[in-house]
T-cell receptor
């Protein structure tokens, strides 16, 4: 049973480009969470999804950011028109209802 | 004031010492996590607890719900324990998003 898989591990984008971050949850996990860790800062919640539904997106910036967790395939965090301030580590976690969450290795986004 | 406070922010100790990291929170919670993050690395969930005490190897986590306080202890610390330890809480039943403390950077000197 593979753990939570995130790819790519490292992503470099120029300002104005789009960034797509992928997260495959652990088998049997229907809950996916995205968190962001800005340089020298703590982790912050972004969005909570279940299959085909966004449950809580209170931590998502209102513009340029979107997330999905389709019926088939990985969860995607999409950042349009990236800016330098988007440079961060983005972590995905998955869980079953009421059980401990497992984290992926993260995607480190660098905007140049 | 953050909902989750950790202390100390930084901790340096000699190999073999007993380590305690503290976490206080100000909201009602359904569960609390202790996480470990190595430099440049991913995040590992060490414990999830909602009451009492849990032990795994040299790690022990305790929680006091009435006092809204949790501690993580490491016995016989080792340089490979050097990492950032993060306390995180789940405050809403049915929505298990985590609210994180700022972390404790632990360095164990051989």
């Amino acid at each position: 049973n593979a753990g939570v898989m995130q790819n790519p591990r490292h992503l470099v984008r120029r300002r104005g480009q789009e960034a797509r971050l992928r997260c495959s949850p652990m088998k049997g996990h229907s809950h996916v969470y995205w968190y962001r860790q800005l340089p020298e800062e703590g982790l912050k919640f972004m969005v909570y999804l279940q299959k085909e539904n966004i449950i809580d997106e209170s931590g998502m910036p209102k513009e340029r950011f979107s997330a999905e967790f389709p019926k088939e395939g990985p969860s995607i965090l999409r950042i349009q028109q990236v800016v330098r301030g988007d440079s961060a580590a983005y972590f995905c976690a998955s869980s079953r209802q009421g059980e401990t969450a497992f984290f992926g290795q993260g995607t480190r986004l660098t905007v140049v | 004031k953050n909902e989750v406070e950790q202390s100390p922010q930084n901790l340096t100790a000699q190999e073999g010492e007993f380590i305690t990291i503290n976490c206080s929170y100000s909201v009602g919670i359904s569960a609390l996590h202790w996480l470990q993050q190595h430099p440049g690395g991913g995040i590992v969930s060490l414990f999830m607890l909602s009451s009492g005490k849990k032990k795994h190897g040299r790690l022990i986590a305790t929680i006091n719900i009435q006092e809204k306080h949790s501690s993580l202890h490491i016995t016989a610390s080792h340089p490979r324990d050097s990492a950032v330890y993060i306390c995180a809480v789940i405050s809403n039943f049915g929505n298990e998003k985590l609210t994180f403390g700022t972390g404790t950077r632990l360095t164990i000197i051989p």
